[in-house]
């Protein structure tokens, strides 16, 4: 027996950088997804995957602690239709990593035979990770923007925005303005730089939340998740552009009661994976803070009180319209395992048909 093994450097020439086809294989598995052909882990069968996490405090030796996006994952997924594949995604991650050099998060990706259960493939999957977190939000900018767009606006300088960017650029290409707030002046500095390498973009570095989202068409929410609920971004709604988009990715709180009105409609990658999803981003503890809630809190919240929520695969499948009438559209954009399946899947493909990577016996 027999699993292939592909680096990084292989997982490029097999395509892993296509954007344009990466948000269509996003495409392919969002409609899936609407026809229930897939299976995640979990009791309902949609959970993001299984994470370890560490106590605050400990007495124990050598045992870790808790930090901001500090943990283990692991997300495994079957993903049906043309791809017929079943995947698992796994991963570490620690900020503190930036100090030995290394990214905060490091992936890999296995693919195994459906039938049988025999690993085919093993590969690097940061690439592949950022690749389909971007694609997912340049499906929402395409189906979900405004028209007429203008202004992108991006929370979070760092890589998983960048590739998001991109993915933006390829629905909306005719953006012409970029906003951008960050904490790290090494980050910022280096979004920038790339940025305008790559793209003609009039930049504007915002000093504060709300000069971030006003007159922003579309804001993409990519900062990293805070120690606890109170110390996450707040955005009031009187700061949010009238009928703009906001890709929310990450922890940003809005008032309870503003998400809840008629002025926002509400879309989700899948609205079952969040039935668990107020453990990610903690508890509120003041009493200010309990009035808010991040997009992937309200969608659990929402879950509970049976409120209607529309999927991006209904959308795209033609069944469920954008309503229009509201003023803002909020999209609910935190991960799936069945999209690393999905990119994993063609570019294992590719690799297949180019004869790239390392066959390692088993």
Not at 142 to 170: D, E, F, H, M
Request: proline share 4%; aromatic share 10%.
């Amino acid at each position: 027996m027999r699993v292939l093994y592909l680096n990084e450097r292989d997982m490029i020439n097999a395509g892993v950088e296509d954007m344009y086809e990466c948000i269509s294989a996003m495409e392919k598995m969002f409609v899936l997804l609407s026809k229930d052909d897939f299976r995640m882990s979990g009791k309902n069968h949609n959970d993001h995957g299984a994470r370890v996490t560490f106590p605050e405090n400990t007495d124990i030796p050598n045992m870790p602690t808790s930090a901001p996006d500090r943990w283990f994952s692991a997300m495994p997924a079957y993903l049906g239709g043309e791809f017929h594949a079943f995947g698992i995604k796994s991963y570490g991650g620690n900020h503190e990593n930036s100090k030995r050099n290394l990214p905060y998060l490091m992936l890999m990706m296995q693919l195994l035979d459906v039938d049988s259960g025999a690993p085919l493939a093993y590969m690097s999957a940061n690439l592949l990770s950022s690749m389909r977190t971007g694609a997912v939000a340049g499906v929402g900018a395409k189906y979900l923007s405004p028209r007429g767009a203008n202004t992108v606006s991006i929370l979070g300088p760092g890589v998983q925005s960048l590739y998001a960017l991109k993915a933006i650029l390829v629905a909306q290409p005719d953006l012409k303005n970029l906003k951008v707030l960050g904490r790290g002046k090494d980050s910022l500095d280096k979004f920038i730089r790339e940025v305008k390498n790559d793209y003609d973009l009039e930049i504007q570095v915002c000093k504060s939340v709300e000069e971030l989202y006003s007159d922003a068409d579309i804001v993409f929410t990519g900062n990293s998740r805070a120690n606890s609920f109170d110390a996450h971004p707040f955005c009031d709604e009187k700061w949010i552009k009238p009928g703009s988009l906001v890709i929310a990715s990450s922890a940003v709180r809005y008032n309870r009661d503003y998400l809840n009105s008629d002025d926002v409609f509400l879309v989700a990658d899948d609205d079952l994976m969040y039935e668990d999803g107020l453990s990610v981003d903690g508890i509120p503890v003041s009493e200010e803070a309990k009035k808010t809630v991040t997009v992937n809190g309200f969608i659990n919240e929402s879950l509970k009180s049976n409120k209607k929520i529309v999927n991006i695969g209904d959308i795209i499948n033609s069944n469920d319209k954008v309503d229009r009438s509201c003023k803002n559209v909020f999209y609910g954009a935190y991960g799936l395992p069945t999209e690393d399946v999905a990119w994993a899947y063609i570019c294992y493909q590719n690799a297949l048909k180019k004869g790239i990577g390392t066959w390692l016996d088993l």
